[in-house]
């Protein structure tokens, strides 16, 4: 089973609004971290936003949020106020503990394109 | 900022070759890590490195070697480059932190080509 799945391989979204990028989890460990990276065109992979599995509330990050569902196993990106920088892939990965390591699982990512 | 440089943007090499992958990084980060990214397929780990000469394998070091003899510089080498190594390759490093939050810095990649 995968560990991070991602089911939107490209999506659209108007400049200016708002658009939600899927990720569900896979794992039985409670404990456990959640990550969005996002990769521009240039290739470096760059960290955007943390939800810890602890975590009472959402996390934030500027234009950023996490809409973490614990019970569901998802925990979504949603971007506000869509910019044109933003076209860019963006990959969800979750950080747990395996084999006396912790290690992350990245998924297939997301290419968002941010139209004008 | 943390830098992590990646020796080559792009590189061409033939079948049978061997390939060096060089990272360094300048925020002194004792963990360094190895990815390749291919499409469709998201970043699978390939080695990882705790501490200077220690390695540990991630989930796909098959055809793959490491070598960590200074803290701020990772290499991956390919002892005899096949057509199906051919990827992006990404390096990372991060410093430990509490609570599973530890982020990962990356370099902008190598894409590899192996013909």
């Known amino acids: 089973a995968q560990k991070i799945t991602q089911t939107q391989p490209g999506m659209f979204v108007q400049e200016k609004e708002a658009v939600t990028l899927d990720c569900t989890y896979d794992?039985?460990?409670?404990?456990?971290?959640l990550f969005w990276y996002k990769q521009p065109s240039s290739g470096e992979m760059i960290f955007l936003i943390y939800q810890g599995s602890y975590d009472q509330q959402n996390a934030t990050e500027g234009r950023y949020s996490l809409n973490f569902q614990k019970a569901r196993k998802s925990a979504n990106l949603v971007i506000s106020a869509s910019q044109l920088g933003d076209s860019a892939m963006y990959f969800c990965a979750m950080r747990e503990v395996s084999g006396g390591y912790q290690k992350v699982t990245f998924g297939t990512g997301t290419k968002l394109q941010v139209i004008p | 900022d943390v830098k992590v440089t990646q020796s080559s943007r792009y590189l061409v090499k033939r079948t049978g070759e061997k390939v060096f992958l060089e990272c360094v990084q300048d925020?002194?980060?004792?963990?360094m890590f190895w990815y390749r990214q291919d499409p469709g397929l998201g970043l699978r780990l390939i080695y990882f490195s705790y501490d200077v000469k220690m390695k540990e394998k991630g989930d796909i070091p098959e055809g793959y070697s490491v070598s960590r003899e200074k803290k701020e510089r990772f290499s991956l080498i390919l002892e005899s480059a096949s057509t199906n190594q051919t990827s992006m390759y990404l390096c990372?490093?991060?410093?430990?932190?509490?609570?599973?939050?530890?982020?990962?810095?990356f370099g902008s990649g190598t894409q590899l080509s192996v013909l």
């Open positions: 794992t039985s460990d409670p404990s456990y971290g």
């Open positions: 925020m002194d980060h004792e963990n």
């Open positions: 990372a490093s991060s410093s430990p932190q509490g609570l599973l939050r530890e982020k990962l810095f």
